[in-house]
T-cell receptor, first 112, second 111 residues
Framework: QQKVQQSPESLIVPEGGMASLNCTSS?????YFWWYRQHSGKSPKMLM?????GEKEEGRFTVHLNKASLHTSLHIRDSQPSDSALYLC????????????FGGGTRLTVRP | NSKVIQTPRYLVKGQGQKAKMRCIPE?????VFWYQQNKNNEFKFLIN????????QIDMTEKRFSAECPSNSPCSLEIQSSEAGDSALYLC?????????FGHGTKLSVL
């Protein structure tokens, strides 16, 4: 079983709508969470990272983290068709050079 | 544009053949990772290096895969005897701190 679980597997939202993606780690040794976006045929690009409890906002993107439950969520407001991509959650410990463990991803489709 | 350079972009091999791919990490990044992304988009960590030394690797990597990151040369990942199940996108990433920067990947097809 994957140590990083993402839900839903796929999500369709209308243009201008809110997309909410979830991620939970079952490894209690993780300290950092990452959200990557991968467009079809492209390499993953980091969207946001969060290390502390609470919320972090950058433009249309907001991430939440609850370290007690090792749950993070990514919310995209005013979704655009260009946001259609595979969204990957990853978790790591805070050791230098620590590997990131990725979840299975959420495939987001934004319908015009 | 990615500053992590991976070659070749596509690689086609027969079963049992060697498959070798290369990665030039972003300048100044001491840590290099190799991941395998299968057709279901699942990521599998293979190995990582810090300044040419192996930090971690999985069993599969120890047995059929060989990898190195020599100084002043590209890093490389080689599959000694390719299997159909090795068909995947192999992603190299480098980091200076916690953030990973990925290359475009090498798509390996084992026929």
């Amino acid at each position: 079983q994957q140590k990083v679980q993402q839900s839903p597997e796929s999500l369709i939202v209308p243009e201008g709508g809110m997309a909410s993606l979830n991620c939970t780690s079952s490894d209690r040794n993780v300290d950092y969470f990452w959200w990557y976006r991968q467009h079809s045929g492209k390499s993953p690009k980091m969207l946001m990272s969060i290390f502390s409890n609470g919320e972090k906002e950058e433009g249309r993107f907001t991430v939440h983290l609850n370290k007690a439950s090792l749950h993070t969520s990514l919310h995209i407001r005013d979704s655009q068709p260009s946001d259609s991509a595979l969204y990957l959650c990853a978790a790591s410990s805070n050791n230098a050079g620590a590997k990131l463990t990725f979840g299975g991803g959420t495939r987001l489709t934004v319908r015009p | 544009n990615s500053k992590v350079i991976q070659t070749p972009r596509y690689l086609v091999k027969g079963q049992g053949q060697k498959a070798k791919m290369r990665c030039i990490p972003e300048k100044g990044h001491p840590v290099v990772f190799w991941y395998q992304q299968n057709k279901n988009n699942e990521f599998k960590f293979l190995i990582n290096f810090q300044n040419q030394e192996v930090l971690q690797q999985i069993d599969m990597t120890e047995k059929r895969f060989s990898a190195e990151c020599p100084s002043n040369s590209p890093c490389s990942l080689e599959i000694q005897s390719s299997e159909a199940g090795d068909s995947a996108l192999y992603l190299c990433a480098s980091s200076q701190g916690e953030r990973l920067f990925f290359g475009h990947g090498t798509k390996l097809s084992v026929l």
